[in-house]
């Protein structure tokens, strides 16, 4: 059996990197994918005032350094599951927010972390806990992070991931998922889909 390649995915929403003291989040704000890391929690950890890397740069010019403050919120209060329908395509990472809008810049260079394909164990940071179904999505093959992201890119039929009521301990919601062959960058897409509430989450 050939060995499992390894490949970068991109959270937009859905990332890696474990963050340590993170700053004081607003009330309406509530979390963020942790590992693989997300792109606004990458960024945050670079620091919001002047960023490292050449994406995050480019994200605090497009929407200001605030959206790195406000890292876990990303979010739509009366979602209900109407993801499709709310968010257009090219705005999936900032949940078609204009706050986040620099989160959904097309480019190749967004920070990743290293995966292989099979059993994984993600961890999404969280700031204010809630009962909810959390469903992370991979792109497809063929994936051009250097376009803008839609929903086509995503393979919805087949989430990588599946968890609903996560025990939340140590700051993160933590379980499983598979993650299928894939080269390259690839990106993950989180949503987590309050079911106390209409309010949803969104990572990349």
């Known amino acids: 059996m050939p ?7 991109a959270v937009a929403g859905l990332a890696p990197l474990a963050l340590t003291a993170l700053a004081a989040a607003p ?3 509530h979390g963020s994918m942790g590992d693989p890391v997300s ?9 919001p005032e002047s960023p490292k890397s050449a994406a995050c740069k480019a994200a605090v010019a497009a929407g200001g350094t ?32 204009e706050e986040f809008r620099g989160l959904d810049l097309a480019r190749a260079d967004w920070p990743a972390t290293g995966v292989n394909s099979g059993s994984y164990t993600f961890e999404y940071r ?4 809630h009962k909810g179904t959390f469903k992370v999505y991979i792109t497809k093959p063929g994936y051009d992070p250097a376009k ?25 919601y933590t379980f499983s998922g598979t993650l ?11 949503v987590w889909q309050r079911s106390d509430s ?5 990572s990349c």
């Open 39 to 47: 792109r606004v929690s990458q960024c945050y950890a670079e620091g």
């Open 27 to 29: 009330a309406s704000a």
């Open 148 to 172: 803008p992201l839609g929903w086509g890119d995503l393979d919805l039929s087949n989430p990588v991931a599946t968890v609903t009521d996560p025990a939340a301990s140590g700051g993160f």
């Open 66 to 97: 605030q959206a790195l403050y406000d890292w876990n919120g990303i979010r739509i209060g009366d979602a209900g599951g109407r993801h499709q329908e709310l968010i257009p395509d090219g705005r999936l990472c900032s949940a078609n927010s």
């Open 198 to 202: 209409p309010e949803a989450f969104y």
């Open 126 to 129: 969280v700031t204010a806990p």
């Open 180 to 190: 299928p062959q894939r080269s390259g960058k690839q990106l993950l897409y989180a």
């Open 3 to 9: 060995a499992p390649r390894r490949v970068a995915a």
